[in-house]
């Protein structure tokens, strides 16, 4: 158990829906990261929020949005589905920024039907 | 941006032989992690690796920082059942006006498979 959780562990919706991922982070950990875990992409790193403040953006799209609350929790949006946002989302914490350490949570499956 | 090139893809083992991976980069890498995925669950982190020439070990693992810091190794040794699963490599890059700072790019894996 690393520490980190996420929520809801599956999750199954239609196209053209909003769907929002919930991530806690490891215990005294300041950073949040999303990843996308597809079989085509392998995983591919979306955003890092450090204490509240967007830190860092990978190839997200503009349909999906995160944000990092005062108790230091992290939530995924994703808005517009589409069949090929099938994937898995994880996310991981690391105690700040200067540290590469990351931990990942259990994921969220996401299926767009 | 940064590509991994992870090999072999897949590897199909006695128990007990040893087990040997590696990861090439691009461009310089300033951390190697490397890590283990189950289905259905999250990448669990084995070893992290902080300097060039770096030889870490965690148990029947070891794990080697490349001297030009574009490469990485992890080597398992009696190999057991309980080793199967996915293998990554994961590197930070220095960070670039703070445009890649804290994010891990990821190699594609390596499916590890023990026959008993």
Same mark, same amino acid.
Not at chain 1, 80 to 85: I, P, R, V
């Given at each position: 158990d690393s520490g980190v959780t996420q929520t809801p562990k599956h999750l199954i919706t239609a196209t053209g829906q909003r769907v929002t991922l919930r991530c806690s982070p490891r215990s005294g950990d300041l950073s949040v990261y999303w990843y996308q875990q597809s079989l085509d992409q392998g995983l591919q790193f979306l955003i890092h929020y450090y204490n509240g403040e967007e830190r860092a953006k990978g *190839?997200?799209?503009?349909?999906f949005s995160a944000q990092q609350f005062p108790d230091l929790h992290s939530e995924l949006n994703l808005s517009?589905?589409?069949?090929? $946002?099938s994937a898995l989302y994880f996310c991981a914490s690391s105690v $700040?920024?200067?540290? *590469?350490e990351q931990f990942f949570g259990p994921g969220t499956r996401l299926t767009v039907l | 941006g940064q590509q991994l090139n992870q090999s072999p893809q897949s590897m199909f083992i006695q128990e007990g032989e040893d087990v040997s991976m590696n990861c090439t980069s691009s461009s310089i890498f300033n951390t190697w992690l490397w890590y283990k995925q189950d289905p259905g669950e999250g990448p669990v982190l084995l070893i992290a690796l902080y300097k060039a020439g770096e030889l870490t070990s965690n148990g029947r693992l070891t794990a080697q920082f490349g001297t030009t810091r574009k490469d990485s190794f992890l080597n398992i040794s009696a190999?057991?059942?309980?080793?199967?699963g996915i293998y990554f490599c994961a590197g930070a890059a220095p960070a670039d006006r703070g445009s890649t700072l804290g994010r891990l790019y990821f190699g594609r894996g390596t499916q590890l498979t023990v026959w008993p």
């Open positions: *190839n997200i799209l503009e349909r517009s589905l589409e069949l090929g $946002d $700040d920024t200067g540290n *590469n | 190999s057991i059942p309980s080793d199967v």
